[in-house]
């Protein structure tokens, strides 16, 4: 079982930055995912950002460039540092994991960002 707790969400201006933290807990498999994924009010939940165990990450388009994903060296917390953040950047966002070993996953609580003038 892994257990996964998001910190860093909050209300920033046009053009502001946050960083995500999602600390992780448990057994750590060999082979993994983690991402972030975001959701808004009336859509549907989406994929911001990956990377998996071997360090491969990938990005929804439309924050390519300005937004980051990291992990620290024990793999025990995910980060997702977002820049020059837009009003369309607003909505829930939940730290992901999946054993690829085993095709289990879970979700965190997740952390609201808003984005306003």
């Known amino acids: 079982q892994v257990h996964l707790v998001e910190s860093g969400g909050g209300l920033v201006q046009p053009g502001g930055s946050l960083r995500l933290s999602c600390a992780a807990s448990?057994?750590?498999?060999?082979?993994?995912?983690m991402g972030w994924y975001r959701q808004a009010p009336g859509k549907q939940r989406e994929m911001v950002a990956r990377?998996?165990?071997?360090?491969?990450?990938n990005y929804q388009d439309s924050v390519k460039g300005r937004f980051t994903i990291s992990r620290d060296g024990t793999k025990n917390t995910l980060y997702l540092q977002m820049n020059s953040l837009e009003p369309e950047d607003t909505a829930v966002y939940y730290c992901?994991?999946?054993?690829?070993?085993?095709?289990?996953?879970?979700w965190g609580q997740g952390t609201q960002v808003t984005v306003s003038s």
């Open positions: 992901y994991y999946l054993n690829r070993g085993t095709a289990t996953d879970y």
């Open positions: 448990g057994s750590i498999a060999s082979r993994y995912a």
């Open positions: 990377i998996t165990s071997g360090g491969a990450t």
